[in-house]
């Protein structure tokens, strides 16, 4: 699947985000915070991020840009990173999703 395919896909979730460490976003827990639960689906860009043109058509179909805090992670961990954050936020990890906005709303 490329990445444009893959952004056709949007309507298929609620909620649609994509780790962009390299622009000005808001974190995960601020886009979360006032939304119910929902489906989602969130884009790991590759080593390096994604490029301004991926970016860009993200967008263009109402992919929300995100970040996953202070830390350029890598692929592999930034995925697994998102989804664990998604949970907490959502109070599927154990946790209260109050306590999950300290952790990682700044």
Not at 11 to 18: K, N, Q, V, Y
Request: charged letters at 15%; hydrophobic letters at 40%.
């Amino acid at each position: 699947v490329t990445f444009e395919q893959s952004c056709q896909q949007v309507s298929c979730f609620e909620r649609c985000l994509i780790a962009a460490p390299q622009v000005e976003s808001q974190s995960l827990g601020q886009v979360l915070g006032d939304h119910p639960r929902s489906t989602g689906a969130l884009w790991v860009g590759p080593e390096g991020g994604f490029s301004d043109t991926e970016l860009a058509l993200a967008q263009d179909v109402g992919i929300v840009p995100v970040n996953l805090g202070p830390r350029v992670l890598r692929t592999e961990t930034a995925a697994v990173v998102g989804a664990a954050l998604w949970l907490y936020q959502w109070g599927q990890m154990g946790g209260d999703a109050s306590d999950a906005k300290e952790m990682f709303l700044d």
